[in-house]
């Protein structure tokens, strides 16, 4: 069954059903549950978890996490209240925006926290990480991470594959940076490197293989050749 969003921002195409949970019921989206962790009512419910729990230091308007988790307005504004109530998230009115940012104070949060890290944390830590290299024009994540949060099911990941592309990258800087993702992540952290030119090449296996399977921009962007897109 395809899924999407409907014309007023909420899911169409799955099943809600009411469990209990603390002596009251919530809804739960059974067919939305994210491939990466399966215990979020929905992908964007998780996502929006993440982006604010793996960094507590921020705070977000919901435009901002509208348009960062790449959901409707209206679903993020119904996610943050559910999440708000549970006191998950904190939240504060400055002027007419509406911010929140994470509760650590809530015994859950650090579980969560980590829970989140493990399966959500790749594409939050790996653009930190590698958001310094010199050179580095884009940085995607592929391989079975990437499968999953598009998706696809299958065994959890115990790895996270990275492909940096650009010009003159000191290799020993990228895996520096791998390096500090890995100490974060707690999983290994497998860079590979390529330049504009290879990434662009139907000939090279590699960038071919990486084109034809799922994967992850985190930080530059593409076109749908694959080539990377101007500015």
């Known amino acids: 069954m395809d899924f999407g969003w409907s014309s007023d921002g909420s899911m169409v195409g799955g099943q809600e059903v009411e469990l209990p949970?603390?002596?009251?019921?919530?809804?739960?989206?059974?067919?939305?549950?994210?491939?990466?962790?399966?215990?979020?009512?929905?992908?964007?419910?998780?996502?929006?978890?993440?982006l604010v729990l793996?960094?507590?230091?921020?705070?977000f308007s919901l435009t901002d996490l509208s348009r960062q988790i790449g959901a409707p307005l209206t679903s993020v504004h119904r996610e943050v209240e559910r999440l708000v109530t549970a006191g998950l998230i904190a939240e504060r009115h400055l002027g007419r925006n509406r911010m929140v940012r994470a509760n650590p104070a809530h015994p859950a949060s650090e579980s969560l926290t980590r829970l989140l890290e493990l399966s959500f944390g790749p594409q939050h830590v790996?653009?930190?990480?590698f958001a310094e290299i010199r050179g580095a024009s884009q940085v995607l994540i592929f391989?079975?991470?990437?499968?999953?949060?598009?998706?696809?099911?299958?065994?959890?990941?115990?790895?996270?594959?990275?492909?940096?592309?650009?010009?003159?990258?000191e290799r020993a800087e990228v895996y520096e940076a791998a390096d500090r993702a890995q100490a974060r992540l707690g999983l290994p952290v497998n860079p590979a490197i390529r330049t504009p030119a290879q990434w662009g090449d139907p000939g090279d296996p590699l960038s071919a293989q990486i084109r034809s399977s799922p994967r992850l921009t985190v930080i530059g962007g593409e076109d749908a050749d694959g080539t990377l897109a101007a500015g």
Do not use: C, K, T
């Open 54 to 59: 793996l960094h507590p230091d921020q705070e």
């Open 143 to 169: 391989g079975s991470w990437a499968a999953r949060h598009a998706g696809e099911s299958g065994a959890v990941p115990h790895d996270v594959d990275v492909l940096v592309v650009g010009e003159g990258l």
């Open 21 to 50: 949970l603390n002596g009251r019921y919530i809804s739960v989206m059974r067919s939305e549950a994210p491939a990466l962790l399966p215990i979020f009512r929905s992908q964007a419910q998780a996502e929006l978890l993440a």
């Open 126 to 129: 790996v653009a930190e990480e």
